[in-house]
């Protein structure tokens, strides 16, 4: 049995990864912590999970606790993730998993060192389309890539974000928040970033009464070590555009034979023109990409928009059963940070900025 234990139970921690554990087998979520008592209560009220804690510390000092999932405001994952390694605990941490690189790098080589199992929740690299996208340009259906464009427009308006507006917590806004998924999408396609040049705007400084000090729209122009241009744009300001399940959410590449277009909000299928095409055409993905390699999760049972998010649960689970390498790790996330890093600078001195190579 490998026992769970879930720092941070708010949202995410109750909407991914309370149903993902509860999917695998010889599982279970042993213990909850959150600092605030009204979440927790109600984390454990719906769960059913009678061990509560308010303190991290506690919840680490359990020898029935073999692995945790960090789903707290950024700025604490890299002490939470570096006290657990230090506990010997296999550790799953939300994205952003730091504030920046050096905290990234400090848990990747801690985790590496204590030999837990580390893995970073860019949790739409589990949608059956990205799946199958990942496959298909480096398959070569689309022939040599040119471009890869990410987007994410959402409409928030000017709802008080909480923690996610407020640097000394959350890092970066829109950057982290959104686009470190679409990053990921970038290294995941395409490869390493070689450079870049971003740009970011703050268009509220108060949300509903409250300061917020970080934008909220960011976009960044980049060229990949394989001389693939990319272009990638977040906002939380596309008024009208709905959010969440709604609004914008494409991932696009285009190669010397053809186009692959992916969007968030329709897992199961996959835009593709070849070349010399009118449009592109819809094409379903196919059975083997539903679900992770091993996921004992039924294909057909519940909302796909909500399913595949379960997966990364297993592969937490599985990489910790097999002693194998979580996918994605936080070398993945670190990576993803090194980018996010290189656009603030950019963003701040408005100038082109290297990315350093995270290995
Ligand atoms: N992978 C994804 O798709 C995805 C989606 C949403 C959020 N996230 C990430 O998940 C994390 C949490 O986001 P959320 O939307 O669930 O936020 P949330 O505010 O709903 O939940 C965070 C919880 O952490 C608790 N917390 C704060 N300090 C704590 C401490 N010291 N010890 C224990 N708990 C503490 C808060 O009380 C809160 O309940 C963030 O890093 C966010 O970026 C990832």
């Known amino acids: 049995m490998i026992g769970v234990a879930m720092i941070g139970t ?16 010889d599982t279970k979520v042993v213990a909850l912590c959150d600092s605030n008592p009204q979440v927790l209560e109600a984390a454990s009220r719906a769960s ?3 061990a509560t804690y308010q303190d991290y510390q ?21 002490p939470i993730a ?7 605990k296999h550790v799953m941490c939300e994205k952003p998993i730091a504030m920046n690189l050096d905290e990234a790098l400090r848990m990747y080589r801690a985790a590496e ?5 580390h893995m970073t929740a860019f949790t739409y690299r589990f949608g059956p389309g990205m799946r199958y996208m990942e496959r298909l340009v480096h398959g070569g259906a689309i022939g040599r890539p040119y471009h890869f464009r990410a987007q994410r427009f959402q409409d928030w308006d000017a709802r008080n974000l909480g923690w996610r507006q407020v640097k000394k917590l959350a890092g970066t806004g829109e950057l982290g928040d959104m686009l470190s998924h679409r990053i990921d999408y970038g290294h995941l396609l395409i490869g390493p970033v070689r450079r870049l040049v971003a740009d970011w705007r703050r268009f509220l400084d108060s949300r509903q009464g409250a300061p917020s000090d970080l934008e909220d729209w960011v976009a960044i122009l ?11 744009e977040s906002t939380k300001l596309a008024i009208g555009r709905g959010e969440g399940h709604y609004g914008q959410d494409v991932c696009e ?26 449009d592109l055409e819809t094409v379903t993905v196919p059975a083997e990409f539903l679900a992770w390699p091993g996921s004992p999760r039924d294909r057909r049972q519940g909302d796909p928009l909500a399913t595949f998010r379960y997966d990364q649960d297993f592969e937490f689970i ?22 996010m890093d290189a656009a603030v600078l950019s963003a701040q001195e408005r100038r082109w900025v290297d990315v350093p190579r995270v290995q």
């Open 253 to 278: 590449v285009n190669g010397s034979e053809g186009t692959i277009v992916y969007t968030t909000q329709r897992p199961l299928e996959v835009r593709m023109g070849k070349a010399g095409a009118k």
């Open 222 to 232: 980049a060229e990949f070590e394989s001389d693939v241009t990319g272009v990638l």
């Open 10 to 25: 708010g949202k995410i921690a109750l909407d991914n990864h309370l149903p993902g554990f509860a999917l695998c087998p």
């Open 318 to 339: 599985d990489a910790i059963r097999n002693h194998r390498s979580c996918r994605p790790s936080f070398l993945d996330g670190a990576r993803a940070q090194a980018v």
């Open 113 to 117: 060192a204590a030999n837990v199992r």
């Open 58 to 78: 506690d919840v680490l000092r359990r020898n029935d606790v073999t692995a945790v999932v960090i789903a707290t405001p950024n700025f604490l994952h890299a």
């Open 48 to 50: 059913g999970i009678a």
């Open 82 to 88: 570096l006290a657990a390694i230090a506990a010997g």
